[in-house]
C-alpha cells in the first residue's frame, strides 16, 4: 500500500515537470532564437544557437529606444500606482467610517463602476480629454486612478471594517484632525492591503496597451507600445523581434521572482473577493 | 466621520473627480452619442434606433461576435478543465509543488500584446519546422486561416491564465479539511471518489468564481487578438473589442462604434449582474 502510494507520487511529479516543461517551452524558443541569425533560426528552430550572437540584442536595445521606454513604464506605473493607493484608501476611510445612506450609495457606485469595460467607455473619453488638450501622461495616469480606484476601494473598504474605531476617536480626543489621523494611525496598519492593491494595480497597468496608444504618442511612449511598433517594423525578421520580446520581458521576471509570494496572495485576494 | 464635513468630501473628492471624468461620464454620453450621427467632434441630428439597426446589419459586427462567443465558450472550458487539473496536481505532496505552481503562473503577469508575438513565432516558425520534420501537415500554415487562428488564440489564452484560475482552485483545495479527506481513505474510498463525494462539493464556490472570470476575461480580450492574428486573414479572427476599436478609430465611425460599444457593455454588464445573483443565492443557502 505505501509502495504503491510513492510509486504514484512519483508518476505525479514526471507528469508534473513535463508540464512545467511544455509552459516553459515558449521562453525557451523565444531565448534561443534571439541569439541566432535569420539564417540560424531558418536551418534550426529548436536546438542552440550554434554560436552566441548579441548583435541582436544591441540592434534592437537602440531601436526599441529600449532605457527610454523602460523609463516611461516605471514612471507612469509608479505615479498611477501610488495616487490610486492613497486616493482609494482615503476614499475607502472616509466611506467605511461614515454610516450614512449617502456614503453606501457611493460605495455601491464604485462597485457597480467595476463591471464597465473599458471598451465602452473608450471613445467618448478620448473625444473628452483631447478636447481639454489632456491626451498625455498626466491625463493617462489621471484616468488610471478613473479606473483603478474601484476594486482598490472595495478592498481597502473590506480591510477597515476590522480596524477599530476607537483608535480615531482616542486619536480626535488628542486634538488630532482627520488627516492627520488618516495619515499616521490608519495608512500603515493598511500596509499588507496595500500591498495587495499595488500589485493588482501594477500588473495591468504595466502590461497594458489599449490606453496608451490612445493617449500617448513618440517619446513617451511604455514598453508595450515601443513592441508595438517595433514588431511591425521587423516582421519576417524573427531574432530581431525575438531579441527585443526577450528584453521586453525581462523586467516582469525579475519583478516576479523577487515579490512572488504577495503577487501570489495579492492575486487569490482580488479575484475571491 | 459626518456626512457635511470638509473632511469627508475632501477624502473623496479625487477618486469622485476621476471616476465620473473617465467612466461615468464617458458612459452616459457615449450612450446619448449612440443615438446621433455623432463624429467624434460634434453631431447634427438625432437618429433613433439607426446606428443600433446598421450594427445587426453590418456582417463584421456579427461575424465578430459568434466569433467571439465560440472563443469564449472553448475558453471557459478548457480553462476551468487545465486550471482545476493543474491545481490538483500541485497541491499533492510533490517535492516540486512550489517551484511548479510559480512556473505554471508565470505567462499571467507578461502581458497579451508580447504573449500573441511570441506565440506568433511559435505557430508560425515552430510548428511549420517541426511539422516538416514529423511529417504532420497540420501543424504547417498556422494562423493563415480562421480554424487555426482560432485554436491559436485559444491556445495561447488557456497557456496564459490557465494559471491564474489555478491559484483560485489552490486557494480553495487547500481550505479542505485534511481529516475528511483521510476519513474517506479509511473507508476505502477510490481517487476518484475522493474527489467526487468529498473534495467535489466543498470547493463548487471555486466554480462560480473562475466560471465567471473566465467567461468575462475571454470575452474581453483584445491584447492577444492584435497581436496574435490582427484579426486576419480577411477579419475573421477578428473579436468584438478589436471590431470597436477599428469601427470608431480606423473608420472614423465614431457613433456607430459607440452603439456597437453599448451593445458590449450590456453583455459584459450581464454577465456580470448573472454572477452577482448566483453569489447571492448561494449566500443564503450557506
Known sequence: MKKKKRKGILILEIIGVLLALLWLAPFYLMIVNAFKTKKGIFSDVLGFPEELTFENFKNAFIDLDFLNALFNSVLVTTISVMIIIVFSAMAAYALQRNNSKLSKTLLLVFVAAMLIPFQSVMIPLVSIFGSVDMLNRPGLIFMYLGFGCSLSIFLYHGSLSSISKSLDEAAIMDGANRLQIFWHIIFPILKPISVTVAILNLIWIWNDYLLPSLVLSGANETIPLRMFYFFGQYTKQWHLALAGLTLAIIPVIIFYFVSQKHIIKGVVEGAVK | MRNKSVSFWLFLTPVL????????????????????????????????????????????????????????????????????????????????????????????????????????????????????????????????????????????????????????????????????????????????????????????PAFTVSMFLTLSNSFKIYDQNLSLTNGGPYDSTQMLAMNIVRTAFESNQMALGEAKAVIFFIIVAAIALTQVYYNKKREVEV
Do not use: H
Open chain 2, 17 to 204: 473627480l476621476s471616476l465620473s471624468l473617465v467612466v461615468i461620464v464617458p458612459l452616459l454620453l457615449g450612450l446619448f452619442y449612440s443615438f446621433t450621427n455623432w463624429n467624434g467632434l460634434t453631431f447634427t441630428e438625432f437618429i433613433g434606433f439607426q446606428n443600433y439597426i446598421q450594427i445587426f446589419q453590418d456582417e463584421s459586427f456579427i461575424n465578430a461576435l459568434w466569433f467571439t462567443t465560440k472563443f469564449t465558450i472553448a475558453c471557459v472550458i478548457l480553462l476551468n478543465f487545465i486550471g482545476l487539473g493543474l491545481a490538483l496536481l500541485v497541491t499533492r505532496n510533490l517535492k516540486t509543488k512550489t517551484f511548479l505552481r510559480t512556473i505554471f503562473f508565470m505567462p499571467n503577469l507578461i502581458g497579451g500584446l508580447i504573449l500573441g508575438f511570441i506565440w506568433q513565432f511559435i505557430f508560425i516558425n515552430v510548428f511549420d519546422a517541426v511539422g516538416k520534420m514529423a511529417g504532420q501537415d497540420w501543424l504547417m500554415g498556422w494562423l493563415s486561416n480562421e480554424t487555426t487562428g482560432f485554436w491559436g488564440l485559444v491556445i495561447i489564452t488557456a497557456w496564459q491564465m490557465a494559471g491564474y484560475i489555478m491559484i483560485i482552485y489552490i486557494a480553495y483545495l487547500e481550505s479542505v479539511p485534511q481529516e475528511l479527506v483521510e476519513a474517506s481513505e479509511m473507508d476505502g474510498a477510490t481517487s476518484f471518489q475522493k474527489f467526487r463525494y468529498v473534495i467535489f462539493p466543498l470547493v463548487r
